[in-house]
Nanobody, 115 residues
Framework: QVQLVESGGGVVQPGGSLRLSCVAS????????MGWYRRAPGGTQRETVA????????NYLDSVKGRFTISRDNAKNTVSLQMNSLESEDTGVYYC????????WGQGIQVTVSS
């Protein structure tokens, strides 16, 4: 019954910025860690981009450190990912995830970085 809805994807040039947002709808058990994953074009699986604990402690994929910032609003069950200085290698489908007694996933949103 819990559904995650992502927004904010699109097409940008290298060096540009996008902000992804994800909101969980429906009542659920407490959500602990929230995060963002991505699958590159032709990729076989998702990789972890950024995670944030309920206390607000973030963790990032090495290649996005200093460029991406993850944040959350516990009261609204939302998580966002501010992506700056985007590179072509950041292109892919980004998935929101929220960890409770089980993992809830968004359907994915396209991010394309291209000249």
């Amino acid at each position: 019954q819990v559904q995650l809805v992502e927004s904010g994807g699109g097409v940008v040039q290298p060096g540009g910025s996008l902000r992804l947002s994800c909101v969980a709808s429906g009542s659920s058990a407490p959500i602990y860690t929230m995060g963002w994953y991505r699958r590159a074009p032709g990729g076989t699986q998702r990789e972890t981009v950024a995670l944030i604990t309920r206390a607000g402690v973030p963790n990032y994929l090495d290649s996005v450190k200093g460029r991406f910032t993850i944040s959350r609003d516990n009261a609204k069950n939302t998580v966002s990912l501010q992506m700056n200085s985007l590179e072509s290698e950041d292109t892919g489908v980004y998935y929101c995830a929220m960890f409770s007694s089980e993992i809830f996933w968004g359907q994915g949103i396209q991010v394309t970085v291209s000249s």
